[in-house]
């Protein structure tokens, strides 16, 4: 597609339970990257990919947090048992080009995660 | 430690004024600089990007400068419209593949 789609829009779910969050990139673009962005804060990046491989995890939290990007398939990011301050909006972006070559990055419209 | 400034979380003007938003950097050495806009509930959408070698770039009514000396970058917005309403990223790219950092940035509202 020609836009960055995410889904689901909102999710809400109990401390302790997982949460899935999707992301389809625009079609040709080989680069996927993940943020969190807390109470409108700076964005913290995540994780990132090329085609399925990971490019850069260095901001993934070691526990918790796992992400995938599998042939034919959206991307995903997992939070297994979330806590209180998992409670952010998870943006995706994707690029055609690699960051070092100031690739431009378009954005979904993120999904919102609320852990109560 | 490494810190991206965006001058001030808001800023108010007028209708017609120009509107510049500042970006202040410090022990960082960006090979690019990229100003986005995001909309409330939306993600960034980017606007422009400029090279640590060029000083100055254009794009219809908005103007990115990028002063390695000063670690700053300055985006104005000319003519300025209600609809230029929103909030303002700036974003350092470091090289070397590293990931995007993000200023906090600054939300801009023009009063028509």
């Known amino acids: 597609g020609e836009e960055v789609a995410q889904t689901p829009k909102h999710l809400v779910r109990g401390e302790g339970q997982k949460a899935k969050l999707y992301c389809a990139p625009i079609?040709?673009?080989?680069?996927v990257f993940w943020y969190q962005q807390v109470l409108k804060n700076e964005f913290k990046f995540l994780i990132s990919f090329q085609n399925e491989n990971v490019f850069d995890e260095t901001g993934m939290p070691k526990e918790r947090f796992s992400a995938k990007c599998l042939p034919n398939s959206p991307c995903s990011l997992e939070i297994q048992a979330t806590k209180l301050e998992d409670s952010a909006v998870y943006f995706c972006a994707s690029s055609q080009s690699p960051p070092d070559n100031g690739g431009t990055q378009y954005f979904g419209p993120g999904t919102r995660l609320l852990v109560l | 430690s490494q810190k991206i400034e965006q001058n001030s979380e808001a800023l108010n003007i007028q209708e017609g004024k120009t509107a510049t938003l500042t970006c202040n950097y410090t022990n960082y050495s960006p090979a690019y600089l990229q100003w986005y806009r995001q909309d409330p509930g939306r993600g960034p959408v980017f606007l422009l990007l400029?090279?640590?070698?060029?000083k100055e770039k254009r794009k219809e009514r908005l103007k990115v400068t990028f002063d390695t000396t000063l670690k700053q970058s300055l985006f104005h917005i000319t003519a300025s419209q209600p609809a230029d309403s929103a909030t303002y990223l700036c974003a350092l790219l470091l090289g070397g593949n590293t990931p995007l950092v993000f200023g906090k940035g600054t939300r801009l509202s023009v009063i028509a």
């Open positions: 400029i090279r640590e070698n060029e």
């Open positions: 079609k040709g673009h080989s680069y």
